[in-house]
């Protein structure tokens, strides 16, 4: 069974402050990808990792694919209350369907 | 707005009935995913439908559970009998091209949650 452990898995913090969420796996991953999800809503896209060691920049996020590729990290830069949701990574194992993470809630405080 | 649309967005249903929840996927996919989250559990994988093709069911229940994608119209996902386990949201998700192994981009929709009473 494939599965991808995330952590932590509930993260509280101030304004200003950074962070980072891990996702890990024993598995290969073919892609990753990391969601945020809000209450009531679906998961939204945040980036697409396919290469070993790639990283990618997205404002004051920061997405990194393990060399390996059984891994992936993200950071958040001076967290923001907007930054407030369910963090999801989801690997493709060579399959056509995403196994997704466990979660990390981030609730951060003004 | 053509992402993936989903409805109904919230759907009751009593035990024993049917529930049939729909998805338009992204204007140019032909490739849906349906995914099931538990309350306080991550998403499932339930199927993988191409237009008129069942890809991939390996995470449906094996009864009382089907989908399908026909040449026109909307992906169904169909429950018969409900129980109340079966309360959940449901999401569904497209893709421009098959499977997201290759790094092929997935959107998701804003879900269907089911509740039996």
């Known amino acids: 069974t494939q599965l991808l452990e995330q952590s932590p898995q509930f993260l509280s913090i101030q304004e200003g402050e950074n962070l980072t969420v891990y996702c890990n796996s024993s598995?290969?991953?073919?892609?990753l990808q990391w969601y945020r999800q809000e209450p009531g809503e679906g998961p939204v896209l945040l980036v697409t990792?396919?290469?070993?060691?790639e990283v990618k920049k997205l404002k004051r996020l920061t997405f990194q694919f393990g060399d390996a590729r059984k891994d992936s990290s993200l950071h958040i830069t001076a967290a923001q209350p907007g930054d407030t949701g369910l963090y999801l990574c989801?690997?493709?194992?060579?399959?056509?369907?995403?196994?997704f993470g466990t979660g990390t809630r981030l609730q951060v405080f003004p | 707005n053509a992402g993936v649309m989903q409805n109904p967005r919230h759907l009751v249903r009593r035990r024993g009935q049917e529930a049939r929840l729909r998805c338009s996927p992204m204007?140019?996919?032909?490739?849906v995913y349906w995914y099931r989250q538990l309350p306080e559990e991550g998403l499932k994988f339930m199927v993988y439908?191409?237009?008129?093709?069942?890809?991939?069911e390996s995470g449906m229940p094996k009864e009382r559970f089907s989908a399908e994608f026909p040449k026109e119209g909307p992906s169904i996902l169909r429950i018969q009998q409900v129980v109340r386990g079966d309360s959940a949201a449901y999401f569904c998700?497209?893709?421009?091209?098959?499977?997201?192994?290759?790094?092929?981009?997935?959107?998701f929709g804003e879900g269907s949650w089911l509740t039996v009473v």
């Open positions: 998700a497209s893709s421009l091209t098959g499977g997201s192994a290759s790094g092929n981009t997935i959107y």
């Open positions: 598995s290969v991953f073919s892609s």
């Open positions: 990792v396919v290469t070993g060691g």
């Open positions: 989801a690997g493709a194992y060579n399959t056509d369907k995403l196994i």
């Open positions: 204007k140019g996919h032909s490739h």
């Open positions: 439908l191409q237009k008129e093709n069942i890809i991939d």
